[in-house]
């Protein structure tokens, strides 16, 4: 009994937070008919209060909610339009099923709520079937308690009978009535209105059958005050995100220790301030699994609900289904258990009514007449993995890539170049369905898309293997934790990115002669298998500002059945991640989840993968052309150009007049500044600096230094040219990030002949 009051409580709280999005959503989609996502997202949650309240076997509400679902699905179809009519009865029908888990909570059950769901039901049916939608039995009582005009309800005939105190005293008692009962009316619409305004109460615990027995001794239940103690969720979100700093504060310091580790080679201090770096590192390491372990709940209050759930539906069924449960005791964040019990629920349910076969079937297939549904969970380095296997009929490829064909999903070229793999994943598009029929169970193209969806949220990866005759696994993988993950820290071109290390399958290093083109499509061959191509670059739009070698690193990553090569142009390395909001004003950038800050205090945008992924499908960019033409020689000396930065237009004419006999091109800037702004904009393809070092504004050692800053300008040569000759400015020039030295005077021929080392140009 104490698990199924349990199960009960669990789902009088999702069910009271689903009616409350149902209300907001039908309202907004009521002012946006159009947003055909919107509606999709309703019909999800009205199935799932059905599939909840049908296996906790409230039949009232599961009925109720059936109409109501047969509406919003044929508005998804297109087969019925949402008008003010229609969306009168949906809202009335969610105030009924307010009513009902009300009477849930109070009661423990829908049938004490003294309420006919008749009227409901009929207008519900006459909407969904498309005739005219009958006057609310409700609406017709309102009408008659109005007591300003009360109506007459006996015949002239029976007052005629009647003396004229016996009429004014029946006229005065049917006043009375009228009265109480409006005043009751009016009572019920104020505690409606109420509780609408006010966040649904919590449940409180549903009576059992059983007698109420006496409370544990004084002594038994203070001694299990001292074991434990309630702490708000709220407090250990605010302590999670604490932690989060300090393995940011640690990242850093890790960093700074690197630095100056490498600065101060062979100084004593170094290995007092490794003991104590190592030190805050190890606590840090420590204090963060303890903070997490305080959030973690067993899966087991997610698992506990199913061999119930199981044996209903082999009842419902008529089949024999036996469920193996294992690694109950496996531990997860409590905002992730509380999201993965959904996702759970279909593909169990999807096994017993799809998977499994009937008895008779499966003894002809040389099977078990009972069949077997696995549910087992284990930890896999910094994530969880949960597999759902039955040993079922199996998935059909070809019968899922004709049905396919057949809605419109894919055309008869993508289906003959999908693999297996690819064809079990059809099963994950919205409103496909394999079922003969809609019941109770499934059958509307409801729930894989949703199983699919959720598990992207939490920055998992579900993977489907099947075999006909032999049956069906489901894997998902999952991280223990939402606020910090393990990430592979990758550069592209100037920015760097952080990809999920879940997601990640395999980095490899590959030449650009391994990139070919398949039916415009990137294409890779890994060992036995055609992986797609696509620059991280090219997706987020990066610049392309240095120009890339002959070789380049290629990161693998996953999502369900799919496969995707990221060309990356670094690879940084591993590393803790803490996940940081984008706020208001960035949120909702496709193809990133969020944001972290590295080691050095710069920050780093964290990808999204299925959003990458889907932003990856619209690329045409020929990668391999692409970065030839980057890599192509600079020949002739009209390819190059020299930036000169001088406040002296005498100084820059001498310059530019030193250049002519090389033929190369010059540029010009007046100070420092406005020659870091040039370079900034990516307007010229700058190959040498020519720097005065006495400039306003900015001097040339602060511009050689902020040049230096930027990865693409490591080895881009800059030229001193000025009259400071003392060895303290040479160094200083060095320090800076100078490459050559001139001092004033020189001859235009010493100058031409420096340009064109740095250049690689021969003398003529």
């Known amino acids: 009994m104490d698990d199924i009051q349990e199960i009960l409580e669990d789902f009088l709280v999702e069910a009271f937070e689903l009616i409350e999005q149902l209300d907001q959503d039908l309202v907004e989609l009521e002012n946006t008919p159009e947003d055909l996502e919107l509606l999709n997202s309703i019909f999800r949650v009205a199935h799932t209060i059905k599939g909840s309240s049908s296996f906790l076997s409230f039949d009232i509400l599961t009925k109720l909610t059936h109409h109501m679902e047969d509406v919003l699905n044929k508005a ?3 087969e019925l339009k949402l008008t003010e009519d229609v969306m009168d009865v949906v809202l009335e029908s969610i105030d009924m099923m307010k009513s009902l888990l009300n009477c849930i909570r109070d009661n423990g059950d829908d049938t004490s709520i003294g309420m006919d769901l008749a009227d409901i039901i009929t207008r519900l049916e006459a909407v969904s079937e498309g005739k005219d939608i009958p006057d609310s039995v409700e609406e017709e009582i309102e009408e008659e308690t109005q007591v300003e005009e009360p109506e007459e309800e006996a015949s002239e005939a029976d007052y005629a009978k009647m003396s004229d105190d016996e009429v004014e005293a029946e006229i005065e008692r049917l006043l009375s009535e009228k009265k109480a009962e409006a005043k009751k009316k009016r009572a019920a619409k104020e505690a409606k209105e109420t509780e609408k305004s006010s966040p649904a109460p919590a449940p409180t615990p549903v009576p ?74 190890l606590v840090t390491t420590d204090l963060q699994i303890a903070v997490m372990k305080t959030r973690m709940l067993p899966i087991a209050k997610v698992f506990n609900k199913f061999p119930r759930m199981v044996r209903d539906l082999s009842r419902e069924l008529g089949k024999g289904i036996e469920l193996k449960i294992s690694g109950e005791e496996t531990e997860l964040d409590k905002s992730i258990v509380e999201e993965i019990g959904d996702p759970l629920v279909h593909i169990i349910r999807n096994s017993c009514d799809h998977g499994v076969e009937d008895g008779e079937v499966r003894e002809q297939w040389g099977k078990s ?52 793999k690819e064809a079990f994943a059809l099963i994950f598009k919205p409103a496909f369905s394999m079922a003969a029929k ?39 993988k999952i991280p223990l934790t939402l606020a910090i993950i393990q990430a592979l820290l990758v550069g592209s071109q100037e920015e760097y990115y952080a990809i999920p290390l879940a997601s990640v399958s395999e980095t490899v290093r590959i030449s650009l002669d391994e990139i070919y083109t398949v039916e415009g499509r990137n294409v890779l061959r890994l060992r036995d298998e055609v992986l797609s191509l696509v620059r991280l670059s090219d997706i987020f739009g990066v610049k392309q500002v240095y120009e890339p070698g002959e070789h380049t690193y290629v990161v693998v990553i996953g999502l369900a059945e799919s496969k995707l090569g990221l060309i990356v142009d670094t690879l940084v390395g591993q590393e803790e991640t803490v996940i940081k909001s984008m706020g208001d004003y960035l949120q909702g950038i496709s193809g990133i989840a969020g944001a972290t800050i590295r080691g050095d205090g710069g920050v780093t945008l964290i990808v999204d993968i299925a959003s990458l992924m889907n932003m990856a499908k619209g690329l045409k960019i020929n990668i391999r052309e692409s ?21 002296s237009k ?48 900015m001097d040339g050692y602060t511009l050689a230094s902020e040049i230096r800053k930027y990865s693409r300008y490591k080895n881009l040569p800059l030229i001193a040219v000025t009259s400071r000759t003392s060895k303290a400015d040479r160094l200083r020039g060095v320090e800076s990030g100078m490459t050559e030295y001139i001092t004033k005077p020189y001859s235009p021929e010493y100058l031409e002949n420096v340009v064109r080392k740095n250049t690689k140009l021969t003398a003529e």
């Open 76 to 78: 998804r179809k297109g």
């Open 208 to 281: 059992s059958a059983k007698p109420t027995k006496a409370a544990p001794p004084a002594k038994k239940q203070t001694s299990t005050l001292e074991q434990t103690i309630r702490v708000e969720v709220s407090r250990l979100d605010h302590l999670m995100n604490l932690i989060g700093e300090l393995v940011l504060g640690k990242n850093r310091l890790l960093k700074i220790y690197d630095d100056v580790e490498e600065r101060y080679e062979g100084e004593k201090f170094l290995e007092e301030l490794n003991q104590v770096v190592s030190a805050i590192s």
């Open 369 to 420: 007449k009972t069949g077997l549904i696995e549910l087992k969970a284990y930890n896999e380095g910094n994530s969880i993995v949960i597999e759902i296997t039955d040993d079922g009929k199996g998935l059909d490829a070809d019968l899922l890539r004709s049905k396919a064909i057949e809605r419109g999903m894919i055309s008869e070229q993508e289906a003959d170049s999908m693999s297996d």
């Open 438 to 476: 809609v019941t109770n169970v499934s059958g509307r193209g409801v729930g894989m898309d949703v199983v699919k969806t959720n598990i992207e949220k939490l920055n998992g990866i579900i993977e489907i293997d099947s075999e006909i005759g032999k049956g069906t696994a489901i894997k998902m």
């Open 627 to 647: 970065m030839q033409t980057k890599n192509k020689t600079k020949t002739n000396p009209e390819d190059y150009t020299v930036l000169i930065v001088d406040d």
């Open 650 to 697: 005498m100084d820059r004419t001498i310059m530019k007049k030193s250049m002519e006999p090389i033929g190369i091109k010059t540029i010009e800037a007046s100070n420092g500044q406005e020659a870091l702004n040039m370079l900034k904009s990516g307007e010229h393809d700058i190959d040498v600096m020519l720097i005065d070092i006495e400039m306003p504004r």
